[in-house]
């Protein structure tokens, strides 16, 4: 049976070179964490989790962020793939719920698209977890039971033994065991250890919480650009809580087409999956009112994050408040379904420069 946790374990972790963070993690999110960093979870043990969302990139890809004109999205555990969207930070996703709809906008879920709906699992950021380790352009194991092998081998295995049982890797079985069963353990298996690496990213090692705005003062310029972003950018990046929050993370996990245009340097990248016509939401929930819309990211670490939108067609943060602005008569990627809200706001390139220097002040420690 499984345990509840009544105590937390000490952890010091080194993420880079010069930088140590110490944090205490509960056995759940240990768990998560060693799952999350562990490259033998990939076919051909070159990735894990935290290869496309490390902390030093704000948790996304800090190979995306050290060339982002170049690099857009990330390479694939093969060497050569690559998917057709750019990798969006792990950070503060926890807090999204199962996707839902209200007077046909939809809120919640995750990816860029919204296909982990959160209904499979009760949980989102799980159902997200599951996904980078099967998919052939990322990960690319086959089944849910090539994960759960590769945990069974690890050094960290008898923590998951130890904390749901020894039945746990039952998926391995034998040669007299049905298969049916075992795909259902495996199932099962995969679904817990998904959870655990949800819990290491809803923890504060992650999710922390230690940026400026949430524990220092605002400079002048600073505070100009904290009112210039509620007056312009908060109906989809609000700033004040949403649910369980315990401080707003500026956004209200919805979907929006901004008119982003097609990135035709990612056209031109050998291996990627992207065709230039990236329908987004609409295709997973079957509504083409939703086509081109895409998730309403968080605006926490995201000055570290380049490049920006799902094609990450803009290089530097400044070039994307810029396009929400006046769009500059760039062509939409899908001209379907393109908000009003952006692309007249009459700001000025002072304006744009205090409101860069607010979401700087969004960046964790």
């Known amino acids: 049976m499984k345990r509840t946790m009544l105590y937390t374990v000490f952890f010091t972790l080194i993420f880079g070179a010069g930088t140590v963070s110490a944090v205490q993690l509960t056995l759940e999110e240990q768990m998560g964490r060693h799952v999350y960093m562990d490259k033998g979870l990939s076919l051909n043990r070159t990735q894990s989790c935290a290869t496309c969302h490390h902390r030093t990139a704000g948790f996304a890809d800090p190979t995306n962020s050290r060339d982002p004109y170049n690099i857009m999205v990330s390479l694939g555990d093969d060497g050569t ?4 969207r750019n990798a969006p930070t792990s950070a ?12 046909g906008e939809y809120f919640g879920g995750m990816f860029w698209d919204g296909r982990k709906t959160g209904e499979v699992l009760g949980d989102p950021l799980a159902e997200q977890a599951q996904g980078p380790p099967l998919n052939p352009v990322e990960m690319g194991l086959a089944l849910p039971g090539d994960v759960v ?10 923590l998951f033994v130890s904390y749901f049982g020894p039945d746990f890797f039952a998926v391995l079985g034998d040669d007299d065991t049905p298969d049916g069963y075992l795909d259902a353990k495996a199932d099962a298996a995969y679904a817990e250890i998904a959870k655990m690496v949800a819990a290491y990213e809803r923890s504060a090692e992650v999710t922390a919480f230690t940026s400026k705005f949430d524990t220092g003062t605002l400079t002048a310029q600073e505070t100009k650009g904290q009112e210039l972003f509620r007056a312009n950018c908060s109906s ?3 700033d004040e809580v949403v649910g369980n929050e315990p401080a707003p993370l500026f ?26 016509y990236d329908l987004g939401l609409g295709p997973v929930v079957n509504d083409e009112a939703q086509n081109g819309k895409f998730k309403v990211p968080t605006m926490r670490n995201i000055t570290r994050t380049a490049p920006y939108s799902h094609n990450g067609y803009f290089t530097t943060l400044r070039e994307m408040i810029s396009f929400m602005n006046d769009r500059r008569d760039l062509v939409p990627e899908v001209d379907q379904n393109v908000t009003l809200a952006t692309g007249n706001m009459g700001l000025s390139g002072q304006d744009i420069d ?4 607010f979401l700087n002040t969004l960046t964790d420690k």
Do not use: M, W
Not at 81 to 84: A, D, E, H, R
């Open 354 to 357: 205090d409101i860069y220097a």
């Open 236 to 238: 989809c990046h609000t």
């Open 92 to 103: 503060y996703c926890g807090f999204s719920p199962i996707l839902y709809q209200v007077n």
């Open 251 to 276: 956004t209200n996990y919805g979907y929006v087409n901004v008119g982003v245009p097609v990135n035709t340097r990612l056209l031109t990248v050998p291996g990627t999956v992207y065709d230039g």
């Open 81 to 84: 793939s690559k998917g057709g």
């Open 149 to 158: 092998i590769r945990v069974s081998e690890s050094q960290y295995a008898h």
